[in-house]
T-cell receptor, first 109, second 115 residues
C-alpha cells in the first residue's frame, strides 16, 4: 500500500523548545511533498517541497526534503502555544495527495 | 485570498438517507477533490475530478458515492444511502494542477453526522 508515515504521533513540549517532525513515504516517483497545519477544521498550507536538499523557510518553521531517504522533516524553533496543532504531510501523486497520520503537537506555556 | 467554500458546515441525517455536500472550488482551479476525516483519524482521499470526470478514486469511494460538477462552479459529493460509518468531516479541495508542485487548497469542511 502507498503509505505516508509520520513520527512521532504526538509530542508535548514547552514554549521555547525546538521540535522536529518526521515524514516518510514509500513511492519514489512523486512530484511534491506538502506540509499542513490542522488546528480546528481544515488543514492550512505550510510548505511544498519538490526538490531534494532545498530548505523552505517561513519564520520559525522550516522544512526540507530528502528524496534519497524518502523523507522530509519539519522544524519549528522557539515554539509557542499557538503552534499547538496537528501537523500533516502529504505526498502529491498524479491525481491525489496521500496524507500521513499526522503529528499532534502540544506546546505548554 | 481566494478560498474553497463548503456548505453546509454541519449536516445531521438518518441512516439510509441521501445527503449532498456542496463545494465551490477556487475559480481558476482545474482539479477538485473530496477527502474525509473520521474523528481522530487521518485525512483520507476519496476522489479526484478533472475535466468533468473522475480521475482517481479510493476504495472508500464505492457505489454509494458520486460526484458532480453541475453548473461550472459547484462541485458536489452525494452519498446515496448513508451509513453510521459515513459520519466524518468531509473536506473539499482544489488545485490548479495536480502532482506538479501545486498546493491543495481546502474548504472548511462539512461535519456529517449519521444517526
Amino acid at each position: 500500500e502507498d503509505k505516508v508515515v509520520q513520527s512521532p504521533l504526538s509530542l508535548v513540549v514547552h514554549e521555547g523548545d525546538t521540535v522536529t517532525l518526521n515524514c516518510s513515504y514509500e513511492v519514489t516517483n512523486f512530484r511534491s511533498l506538502l506540509w499542513y497545519k490542522q488546528e480546528k477544521k481544515a488543514p492550512t498550507f505550510l510548505f511544498m517541497l519538490t526538490s531534494s536538499g532545498i530548505e523552505k523557510k517561513s519564520g520559525r518553521l522550516s522544512s526540507i526534503l530528502d528524496k534519497k531517504e524518502l523523507s522530509s522533516i519539519l522544524n519549528i524553533t522557539a515554539t509557542q502555544t499557538g503552534d499547538s496543532a496537528i501537523y500533516l504531510c502529504a505526498r502529491g501523486g498524479t491525481y491525489k495527495y496521500i496524507f500521513g497520520t499526522g503529528t499532534r503537537l502540544k506546546v505548554l506555556a | 485570498e481566494p478560498e474553497v467554500t463548503q456548505t453546509p458546515s454541519h449536516q445531521v441525517t438518518q441512516m439510509g438517507q441521501e445527503v449532498i455536500l456542496r463545494c465551490v472550488p477556487i475559480s481558476n482551479h482545474l482539479y477538485f477533490y473530496w477527502y474525509r476525516q473520521i474523528l481522530g483519524q487521518k485525512v483520507e482521499f476519496l476522489v479526484s475530478f478533472y475535466n468533468n470526470e473522475i480521475s482517481e478514486k479510493s476504495e472508500i469511494f464505492d457505489d454509494q458515492f458520486s460526484v458532480e460538477r453541475p453548473d461550472g462552479s459547484n462541485f458536489t459529493l452525494k452519498i446515496r444511502s448513508t451509513k453510521l460509518e459515513d459520519s466524518a468531516m468531509y473536506f473539499c479541495a482544489s488545485s490548479e494542477e495536480t502532482g506538479l508542485g501545486e498546493k491543495l487548497f481546502f474548504g472548511s469542511g462539512t461535519q456529517l453526522s449519521v444517526l
